[in-house]
Nanobody, 128 residues
Framework: QVQLVESGGGSVQAGGSLRLSCVAS????????MGWFRQAPGKEREGVAT???????RYADSVKGRFTISQDSAKNTLYLQMASLKPEDTAQYYC??????????????????????WGKGTLVTISS
C-alpha cells in the first residue's frame, strides 16, 4: 500500500523560505507522476508542481521562479523548495502520486483529482 508522509511545514514571514519533504513507501511502479498540491481555507485544492519519472517538471504560474520540485530516488523522497514566500502561499500542502506519467491523462496541475495517492498534508503559514 502506497503511503505518502509530508513534513517541513511551518510559519514564516513573507520573503522567507521553507522546504517541504514527502517520504513515499510501498510504491513499486517504475513509472510515476508525483506532485505538490495546496488548499487554502475556503478555496479549491490546486496543483503547485509536478515531476515525472524522467525528472521533467511543471509548475503553476503562481509559483514559477519561486518554488522548485525535486526528488531523491535513493531516499524515496520528494521535495518542494519554496522561496520568496507570500501570504497568498498560505495553505495546507499535500504530496500526491499516480502511476501514469504527468504528461498522460489529466494534467494534474489543472485537475488535482487525477492523482491517485495522497498524503495528509503539512500546513504552511506566511505572515506579512
Amino acid at each position: 500500500q502506497v503511503q505518502l508522509v509530508e513534513s517541513g511545514g511551518g510559519s514564516v514571514q513573507a520573503g522567507g523560505s521553507l522546504r517541504l519533504s514527502c517520504v513515499a513507501s510501498g510504491y513499486t511502479s517504475r513509472s510515476y507522476c508525483m506532485g505538490w498540491f495546496r488548499q487554502a481555507p475556503g478555496k479549491e485544492r490546486e496543483g503547485v508542481a509536478t515531476i515525472d519519472t524522467d525528472g521533467s517538471t511543471r509548475y503553476a504560474d503562481s509559483v514559477k521562479g519561486r518554488f522548485t520540485i525535486s526528488q531523491d530516488s535513493a531516499k524515496n523522497t520528494l521535495y518542494l523548495q519554496m522561496a520568496s514566500l507570500k501570504p497568498e502561499d498560505t495553505a495546507q500542502y499535500y504530496c500526491a502520486a499516480r502511476t501514469l506519467d504527468c504528461s498522460g491523462g489529466l494534467n494534474p496541475l489543472r485537475y488535482y483529482y487525477g492523482m491517485t495517492y495522497w498524503g495528509k498534508g503539512t500546513l504552511v503559514t506566511i505572515s506579512s
